[in-house]
């Protein structure tokens, strides 16, 4: 079975990095070999710039593994985490909104074993460097043994269609902070109707979780900002609880 293909949230710039990193890295090696060996002005120069590349290559590679570890081990624990905040028995309907590489569809449904994930994406999102896809989303759900309960559809974050109060849980991992204002409000509209009555909705973004907080609110749900995990800043959440009639 092919092993699922998660790309990583900022893949295309932690290749700059690297990239870079390596480039500075080496150019600063050889100044300080150099330096030894060159004479006149062309050493004084070639040490100073050789010095400076250097200081840039390190902070790359700093910069590069940061970035690595926060979108690659920290970003599965985080999920786990938000998850873990759901308190999910394992039967309900959850609806992830902007689905991506399936990544967090795929973490939920292996937890609702007699349950099911709604997973929707318009696809037009850059997602780590490149665009995902409905099939690549399947064929992650395939290969982590959950395809049939991860039921895959090609929507509009902000026209769901499907009913009102139809599903348990709503999910939203990093998928409405680029959206404009106007679109991120009907997307979170749609999310508050298809939620039924004491359902759940947990919504993590970057920012704009205040403008998500007042939104739903006004959408008449029971809001409380949550974050149980690191770093707080950038993933945060807002959850939220739709009243019993």
Same mark, same amino acid.
């Given at each position: ?75 599965? #624990?985080?999920?786990?985490? =938000?998850?873990? %905040?759901?308190? $999910?028995?394992? +039967?309900?309907? /959850? !609806? ?87 679109? #991120?409000?009907?997307?979170? =509209?749609?999310? %508050?109707?298809? $939620?039924?009555? +004491?359902?759940? /909705? !947990? ?43």
């Amino acid at each position: 079975m092919a092993k699922a293909r998660y790309r990583p949230p900022l893949a295309a710039l932690q290749h700059r990095l690297l990239v870079l990193g390596v480039l500075g890295a080496t150019a600063g090696g050889v100044a300080q070999l150099g330096k030894h060996t060159w004479r006149g002005a062309f050493a004084t120069l070639g040490v100073a710039v050789g010095a400076h590349l250097g200081v840039v290559g390190l902070v790359s590679l700093v910069s590069f593994a940061w970035f690595r570890w926060l979108t690659r081990g920290l970003r599965f #624990r985080n999920i786990e985490r =938000l998850l873990d %905040a759901l308190s $999910l028995s394992g +039967d309900e309907i /959850l !609806l992830d909104v902007g689905t991506g590489d399936g990544v967090v569809a795929i973490a939920a449904a292996k937890r609702l074993v007699r349950g099911s994930v709604i997973a929707i994406d318009d696809w037009q999102r850059p997602h780590g460097g490149g665009t995902p896809s409905a099939d690549v989303a399947r064929a992650n759900a395939a290969s982590e043994g959950v395809a049939a309960r991860v039921d895959v559809r090609t929507l509009p974050l902000d026209q769901l269609a499907l009913p009102d109060a139809s599903v348990d849980v709503v999910v939203a991992c990093f998928s409405l902070h680029h959206l404009d204002r106007t679109t #991120r409000e009907r997307a979170l =509209l749609e999310m %508050a109707r298809v $939620l039924r009555h +004491d359902g759940r /909705l !947990l919504a993590a973004e970057p920012v704009g979780r205040a403008h998500i907080a007042e939104t739903l609110a006004r959408a008449g749900l029971e809001v409380r900002h949550e974050s149980r995990t690191f770093p707080r800043w950038l993933f945060g959440w807002v959850s939220a609880r739709k009243a019993i009639r």
